[in-house]
């Protein structure tokens, strides 16, 4: 998925009709304001650069199955809230919010516990790292661990530890060497236990996991390093990561117990069996951040594991307009097969699943694999353009045909079972059929046409129209440079599946029923890059 730099827009855009807003944030000036902070930290602070390597990966134990590291962002964090503090001097309207009513409470908080972050980074490496093992455990085994990068921390932590203890009942235990080897655990159990070595600072849920992984320490074992996990983790460091993250799916997956035959045949069938390792990376690639993850399996795909068709271009997308408010695609192999992996697997737990099957055909006079899914070649765009009540939403759904005739005549036979008529009529070469659809409400229009190998289905002849014109005049989303400039790099060949949003759009129509933020988006001008999320199929992941 590629990620940019929020704006202000895309960062309120979560906020949802009814959610009750401070009546301070109800003020557009105010939001405005905010959103001119926000872009400021975003260009004005330097953020730890990608990591080609770990070096706390390899000291990990050989039973690690989850593994998460990031890069210590106090400095990052430190220089955000010099240049809130130096925007609350300057701004008097921001610093009237920040010193009333229940920000005059909160925000020294906030700005205490920032600093307070800032001071523990000062003590801490480039990257801080969190490792779990489940094997032989009912559950899993947590450390945290870190290089030290000055004297210090020992006592840093037990004064901030102390200032927890007051407020909580159980407490946060720190040692160094000298005192773990008569440490106890706490009765109740604290929260978690530290030590606090020269080189290291390592966190447990227990004293005895403490001085299990200090001897592993002190050994030298490296019996993690070299080991299939370790090195696929190892690679997602390659080009430069700010975070890491993984998961031996397949040891967890032997671990986890067995359940009924049914369920496990079940299970062996969907494919996901077979999964390898989850591997997340954040990094930046070609100038743009991304966030990616990848699913690997210890052989060819198979089973619902391998519905997602390897990535291609999606001539869908030249029927979608480059103002689209959201978009999905998605390439699936051989819809006939998916609806027989579909019934095998219904049907291993409920042998009727599909029993009365056979006499809807039968009484329809079509088969619902040959003479529907046989005749699409698994390519499928919805498309929302428009949607702001109280008019129609405006949608478009584009099939991916093999054979136009044979669905044409499909779509025919359907439609003589409804209670009402198509009509038809032919422009530019093509025929548009159009349905009115009676409601309690007003007639619904919904248009369809096939053209160049697929059939467009909107929401009226007005839509269904457009959406022609877009493709054959080449303005469409997949000639759209913004488009384009917003895809991950390094996939020039297609891909699989998109999910794609306006982010300042969306934010507009979830502020519909809130009138000072449909206001203040209204305000906003429509330029930022698209958010968009890409998947892509491989043979083995």
């Known amino acids: 998925m590629l990620v940019k730099p929020a704006s202000f827009a895309q960062s309120t855009a979560a906020v949802g009709p009814g959610v009750a807003l401070p009546q301070e944030l109800r003020n557009p000036e105010l939001l405005a304001e905010i959103g001119r902070v926000l872009e400021k930290i975003q260009h004005g602070v330097q953020f730890p650069p990608g990591r080609s390597q770990s070096r706390l990966l390899p000291l990990l134990p050989k039973s690690t199955t989850l593994y998460i590291a990031f890069s210590n962002y106090g400095e990052a964090s430190h220089q955000a809230l010099k240049v809130f503090q130096q925007e609350l001097q300057e701004n008097q309207d921001l610093r009237g919010w920040w010193q009333r009513g229940e920000m005059a409470s909160t925000g020294p ?11 523990l980074s000062q003590y801490l490496g480039d990257e801080i790292a969190v490792s779990a093992a489940t094997e032989g455990r009912q559950d899993p085994s947590f450390l945290m661990l870190a290089e030290v990068r000055k004297p210090g921390l020992k006592d840093f ?40 070595r020269p080189d290291f600072v390592v966190a447990a849920p227990t004293v005895a996991a403490l001085r299990s992984f200090n001897a592993h320490l002190d050994q030298k074992v490296r019996d993690f390093s070299g080991t299939p996990f370790e090195q696929r983790l190892s690679q997602a460091y390659d ?75 999606m001539g869908s997308l030249e029927f979608v307009s480059p103002h689209a408010v959201l978009v999905s695609s998605l390439l699936l192999n051989d819809p ?66 093999k054979d136009a005739g044979h669905l044409q005549a499909t779509l025919a036979t359907l439609l003589a079972t409804a209670p009402f008529n198509p009509t038809q009529f032919e422009e530019g070469g093509v025929t548009y059929h159009i349905l009115q659809i009676p409601s309690a409400r007003k007639v619904v229009e919904i248009g369809y046409a096939f053209v160049d190998g697929y059939l467009v289905i909107a929401s009226g002849r007005k839509t269904l129209a457009e959406a022609i014109r877009i493709h054959r005049s080449g303005e469409s989303l997949a000639k759209s440079r913004k488009f384009l400039d917003a895809l991950p790099p390094g996939h020039d060949t297609g891909m699989s599946a998109m999910l794609l949003q306006d982010p300042i759009a969306m934010g507009a129509l979830r502020m519909r029923q809130m009138p000072e933020m449909a206001a203040l988006f209204a305000k906003l001008p429509n330029e930022g890059a698209p958010t968009i999320m890409c998947a892509y199929g491989e043979e083995q992941a």
């Not at 993984?246 to 069938?269: C, H, M």
């Not at 042998?351 to 698994?378: C, I, V, W, Y």
């Open 109 to 119: 908080k906030v700005e205490e516990s920032l600093e307070r972050f800032y001071q």
């Open 157 to 196: 932590l037990r004064k901030s530890a102390d200032g927890l203890s007051s407020k909580s009942k159980q407490g946060i235990l720190v040692v160094d060497l000298r005192e773990l080897a008569t440490a106890k655990d706490a009765t109740p159990p604290q929260q978690f236990a530290i030590l606090v």
């Open 239 to 313: 080009g430069g990561a700010t975070a890491v993250g993984g998961a031996d799916v397949q040891k967890i997956i032997s671990q986890i117990p067995t359940g009924s035959p049914q369920g496990q045949d079940i299970f062996r069938r969907t494919g996901f069996a077979d999964a390898k390792y989850l591997i997340l990376e954040h990094k930046n690639v070609a100038g743009q951040v991304v966030n990616q993850m990848e699913l690997s399996f210890a052989g060819p795909r198979h089973g619902v594991a391998a519905w997602l068709a390897a990535p291609r271009p």
């Open 336 to 401: 006939a097969q998916i609806f027989e992996d579909v019934k095998d697997l219904a049907t291993i737990s409920d042998p009727n699943a599909f029993a009365t099957l056979p006499k809807m055909e039968q009484g329809l006079h079509l088969s619902l694999r040959e003479d529907l899914l046989r005749t699409l070649d698994g390519e499928l765009t919805i498309e929302l353009h428009r949607f702001a009540p109280p008019d129609e939403p405006e949608w478009k759904v584009i099939f991916g045909v």
